[in-house]
Every structure is written in C-alpha cells, then in structure tokens.
C-alpha cells in the first residue's frame, strides 16, 4: 500500500544513479473504485541537479509502482523501499 512518505526508488538505467525520494502527494481518480489510475507526486532526495528547495518532483502513475520487470528482464522503473530490496 503507497501512501504519504512511502520511500520510492527510481531506477532509469545505465550511466544514471538510481533515484531515492518519498511520495508526497496521492491523486485520486475520481471515475473508478480502484487505485490503478491514481498518481503519486515524488520528490527525489538525491537530485544533484537541482539542489536546495527546487529538488525534483515526478507524478508517477500508481500501476508502474512495483510492476514487473520487462520482457527482457530490465530492472528499469519504479519501486517501493521493500519491493526493490526484497
């Protein structure tokens, strides 16, 4: 379950450091029951582009959270804490 403070981390491939921030905000979809369409805002902690008070922000749909790798096993995407260490 994501919610407010969830540690998220981004992983976006070679020659790129993998991204630790925390949810901030949850978007609810106002037009189904299910969370499959919610966003969650992200600041990342470890931005070393934009230091200070202009740190990274990224929504994120909830349904990338913790998906599957793809067909060729790329760990590319986005996790919770638990799910990326196991």
């Known amino acids: 379950m994501i919610k407010l403070g969830t540690k998220i981390i981004g992983v976006y491939g070679a020659r790129h450091p ?3 921030g925390k949810v901030i905000k949850i ?4 037009w189904t029951k299910s969370n499959k369409n919610d966003l969650v805002e992200v600041v990342w902690d470890n931005d070393d ?5 202009h ?3 990224e929504t994120i749909k909830m349904t ?3 998906s599957a790798p793809n067909a060729n096993g790329s760990p590319i995407g986005f996790y919770t804490e638990e799910g990326y260490y196991g």
């Open 64 to 66: 990338k959270i913790d």
């Open 18 to 20: 993998i991204m630790e």
């Open 49 to 53: 582009e934009c230091r200070g008070k």
């Open 27 to 30: 978007r609810k979809c106002c």
């Open 55 to 57: 740190r990274r922000r």
